[in-house]
């Protein structure tokens, strides 16, 4: 039986389902598991959908139709099926592990390349852009309809894990699955000024402050900027704010990689955070990450350090010239 | 006779064109300016791709294979079929009318509503996303091979004009088409690098002092900042530099408007500048700009003034709230 097959056949012998995904949801998981509850929903089925923790959603998905979402455990979860969508493995479906123990049966949808296979059913499609796809191949076998409120969550799945179609994921048949999804009613400017266009006012402060002390050296090729404790605590931003200012930095013409160097704004860690981005193909940042006791992917790395911001900067230059000077000796 | 098939009959029937686009050209412009060249080219016409003018073109278009583009009239140009692509009327194709009256016979193909049907043949596609997207239905009437040097600049007008699959123009079609291209060859991570993540140094730096000074006032639902004369020469930015930053602005969550007041950095023109955005549908920014003697579109308007900024700013929050208690009340 095919894996999509092995899905179709659970879902059709079962009533009560528990829906889950991974902590921290991005914009794949909180689709997946939206337009997934809908689906059973639709089929007559008993959904309860689920996300572990208490941290409170990101908020450039408030707009999105999650007023059913439990953050606690129904009583009965032992008795449902559980569907983890968009989890590579077991230990991202949050603390609790009594979830998965005593589920009844668990079906394991993702697109992630290391899913470890988890479930006791498993549909893991590594070429799909995101695990969005995967449950439009799926809901087609299970005759489900593709409404407005299904499309829009598939919608937001897609968009956001191709990158706003940017990645090397958007391929034709993602780009032919959008079109469908905007056919069948996603509304892509409601989508687009929810996801992209509601940015906290404190954080733009904190992007200011990044910019402002961007530097760029050998030759316009490394920028890097920093941001301070104080920085957090001034313009009123958490320290998830700093996400994405590294972009920044990296789409600067001519540059091959950028580093931001922040303070953590409280906490016991490390007294500083080092992300690094490669804005060429070429470079490899997790290999300057590992002179740092660091690593992470050939485009996005870090390391953590006690060095003072400047010795950081000073050390990243050292490394990068030791990088490409070695490449082009090659 | 369909508006397709009289361009396809005109392509047939000569042998000698001169391409052109609008001055000040965007993505679809040099997109259809270069696609339309090298299908001509493909079907063994002898071209020319002329653009008026000799401003250099946008910096984020470099990669693009624009090395054969004219920017002198040639000397047998009255002999030649003019195509002019992506030009709503003969006022954009440049300061030299004599070029249109000249040509042999002008085909005008165009997606603009207000296309003033300026050529002896018009093909003009209102509801297209793109000239991009008209121009791929043309190609496939000429029996035109989608080669990936073609899918790359037919993909660059329709990204570029769909606002990134943003605006409303980003119809099932436009999608579908998107796919086709990627599938001919179309490297999706090396035109979003080309043309989204090229961004100055200093024009980062002037978006640093720019959000540095950004207030928000009216409950949060007005956003407003300014860039001074010196800010420019300080960060050593052109004043197209500061285009895109009041989207910044705009994007701010909660946001009704946003507003950037900016000094021009040289010129005799009026001392100051004033943009205005609106976030959301039911505000109209043009109503805005008219009480200060501006213009421009629901979402987009703008207008000129001698005021000092602090004043300019205090005289768009009172009309603001002028504007929406009206609208309130209504």
Chains 1, 2 share one sequence.
Do not use: W
Not at 3 to 31: I, K, Q
């Amino acid at each position: 039986m095919s894996d999509v097959a092995a899905v179709v056949d659970t879902v059709r012998s079962h009533d009560r389902f528990l829906v889950t995904t991974h902590e921290n949801p991005d914009g794949d998981a909180l689709g997946s598991l939206l337009a997934t509850s809908l689906a059973l929903v639709q089929l007559g089925k008993d959904v309860v959908m689920y996300l572990a923790g208490e941290a409170p959603l990101p908020r450039e998905y408030g707009f999105m139709e999650l007023e059913e979402l439990q953050r606690a455990l129904p009583d009965d979860h032992p008795d449902r099926v559980l569907v983890a969508v968009d989890c590579a493995n077991e230990s991202r479906l949050g603390p609790d592990p009594a979830v998965l123990r005593s589920a009844r049966l668990v079906v394991d949808i993702d697109h992630h390349h290391d899913n470890s296979r988890f479930g006791d059913v498993n549909l893991v499609g590594a070429g799909a852009s995101s695990t969005c796809e995967l449950l439009r191949d799926l809901f087609r076998e299970l005759g489900v309809e593709l409404t407005p409120e299904l499309a829009e969550p598939l919608y937001i799945g897609l968009v956001t894990d191709t990158g706003r179609f940017q990645y090397a994921n958007t391929t034709p048949k993602a780009l032919r699955l959008a079109a469908e999804l905007v056919e069948a009613g996603a509304d892509v400017h409601r989508i687009f000024q929810g996801v992209y266009e509601s940015i906290e006012f404190a954080k733009l402060k904190l992007l200011a402050r990044a910019l402002d002390r961007a530097q760029i050296s050998d030759g316009g090729r490394v920028v890097i900027s920093h941001l301070l404790r104080g920085d957090f605590a001034e313009v009123g931003a958490a320290e998830p704010y700093s996400e994405g200012i590294i972009d920044y930095l990296r789409a600067v013409e001519g540059a091959d990689m950028a580093a931001l160097i922040r303070e953590p704004p409280r906490g016991n860690g490390p007294s500083r955070r080092v992300s690094l981005r490669a804005s060429v193909d070429e470079l490899d940042v997790s290999a300057l990450a590992r002179r740092f006791g660091g690593g992470g992917h050939r485009q996005a790395a870090g390391f953590s350090s006690e060095a003072p911001i400047e010795e950081i900067a000073r050390q990243i230059r050292a490394e990068y010239t030791a990088l490409t000077s070695a490449a082009a000796g090659a």
